[in-house]
Each structure stands twice: as structure tokens, then as C-alpha cells.
């Protein structure tokens, strides 16, 4: 299928079962082929399989990579969360419980979660593909304590959720019904794993735009699409270690991402989402190497840069 031919799915009414009907969004599966064709993503996507080469050299180079690693998983907890509405700073996540101050201590928790909700889900693709089970599993870890914890962790919801809004009557987007979370799920699970060629940064991107479609999790959808970011460029080998995370620029650019993903779904505008997906793995990438490259350099260099910059 030409991308310019994309058809997103139907808005279906439902009944609530207090008498008020709502429209909710029936997104079309996904599991099937998808030409680039389109010039400017072409070019696009060749600037981001580039720089991820780059950002995937800078692993064999730099020693301890796993505290690296470490602290990209705490900055993106910090930031995902932070989309979400908690707090807590990056330095906090570090912490351990009895030095956050009680008032901080569910936001610091959120961030923990996740945190965790990440490494097992990494250890786990040792063990499974990325799929419902794994998805599943990682949900589990996230929703385990705190304010989630009476969401149906680890289970696809039963009841229909809502985007935006204070009540279903005046919500921003409706997901898909209950009863056809399971089937689109499944057909997520197919496309995540077939062997289509498709260039797998376009892949992913159509993956976490369906993923935030069907909001198939009570609470969390959020933080877990952003998760199967990198999960899934390390289990198909874009990446060996799991460094590349988007919120931070999900969150710069917080308003243009909830209008690209609302133009698919409204509009058709797969394309438009493709590109602006693709631009936030190019400046990420850029932003990850850059770090990576300061650490290879002289600590006299390194000091001195700090001391300009900070005019010590």
C-alpha cells in the first residue's frame, strides 16, 4: 500500500449505557506491506538509518556503556512521566525512597516504575520477541504499586477509555471500543514481528502511532508506547543497546505530536506523522552521539568546556 493511500478506520457510535451515545475510533489493521514513494521521506529516513549507525559505533567505543545506558532509562523515565504529569527530576530517580521528600513520593514512584517496567522488558527480549505477552509483562511492572495499581495492570482494558476531557461526552479522541482491543492487538503483534519489507524506522513509527490509537491499558498507554521505541530497534538489531528515547522531544514538541497523531486518524495524514517521527529521530540520535562523543574526550577538553560554559 502507497502511504498517500493510508486509511486510518471509522468512527463507530456507541452506547454508553446511561442513554448517551459517543462516537469512538475504529482504527483499520495495520498488517500489511507500505511503499515509502515520497521524496522528502525518503531523505529522511536515510538521515535517521544514518545516524543510528553512528549512535550504534558509539556503543562498541565507550567504556561502561551500561551506565550509560542507565541513565539515558532514568531520563527517559523522568521525561515520559513528565508527559504524564509527575515532577520528579532526573536526579531524584536516583534516590532511593526514604531520601524523596513524602509529598514527591508517588511521583518519584512513577518514575521508579518505569524505570524498572524498561529493564525487564529488556532482559525479557532474551526470551520473547516483542509481543502481547511482552507488552503485557512490561505493563504489569509499571502499574505493580502507586496510583496505578488498581488499573488492571498487565490486562487489556474492559472498558471504554477516553483522551482529553473531563467525561466521555467531551473528550479529545475515544479509542476503539472494548471488544476489538484483543483483534487489533493481534494484528499489532503480526505486523511487529512479520517479515515484510518495510524499513523498520518507518515500522516502528506506524507501530506507536496504532499502539496510542487503540489505548488498549486503563492507564499507561502512554509511557508503554514510548517504551517499544527502543525495545523494538533492539530486538529487530537497528540498535544493539537499547539508547535511543524520544520523550524528551515528544515533550519539546508536545503539542505538534497529539495534532500529527489526531491529523492520521481525522485526516489520513500518515505521511505527515511519518516525517515528524522521523525528525525526532534524527535530532534524538543527535543528541544521544553528541553525549556519547563528550565522554571519548580528554578530561583537560571536557573541563574546559564545562568551565566555559558555566563561567567557572
Known sequence: MKISKFKAGVFQSKNNGKHHEYQCF?????????????????????????????????????????????????????????????QTEIEDSFKKEEGIKIEQRDDWLEVTLYINAVRSAINNLNKLPICMRLIQQAHATLLSSGRGKQKLSGEFRTSQNWIGGSSI???????????????????LEKFLNNK???????????????????????????????????????????????????????EANKDEYYQRLMQVRMKDDLLGWLLFFLKGVEITTKHSVGVLIETLEPKESLSEKIQEKTGS
Open 169 to 187: 461526552q467531551n473528550a479529545d479522541f475515544i479509542p476503539p471500543h472494548q471488544d476489538d482491543v484483543y483483534e487489533l492487538m493481534s494484528d
Open 196 to 250: 515484510i519489507a518495510i524499513p523498520k524506522i518507518i515500522k516502528i513509527a506506524i507501530i506507536h502511532y496504532q499502539f496510542e490509537t487503540i489505548h488498549p491499558f486503563c492507564d499507561g498507554n502512554g509511557r508503554i508506547g514510548r517504551m517499544l521505541i527502543p525495545l523494538y530497534l533492539v530486538d529487530k538489531k537497528l540498535l544493539s543497546k537499547p539508547l535511543l528515547y524520544m520523550s524528551a522531544f515528544f
Open 26 to 86: 475504529l482504527p483499520n489493521g495495520i498488517n500489511h506491506t507500505f511503499e515509502v514513494g515520497n521524496n522528502n521521506l525518503q531523505v529522511q529516513l536515510e538521515k535517521s538509518i544514518h545516524l543510528l549507525g553512528e549512535l550504534n559505533a558509539m556503543t562498541r567505543l565507550v567504556p561502561n556503556i551500561d551506565l550509560f545506558i542507565m541513565s539515558f532509562i532514568s531520563n527517559e523515565a523522568t521525561l515520559s512521566s513528565k508527559i504524564e504529569g509527575t
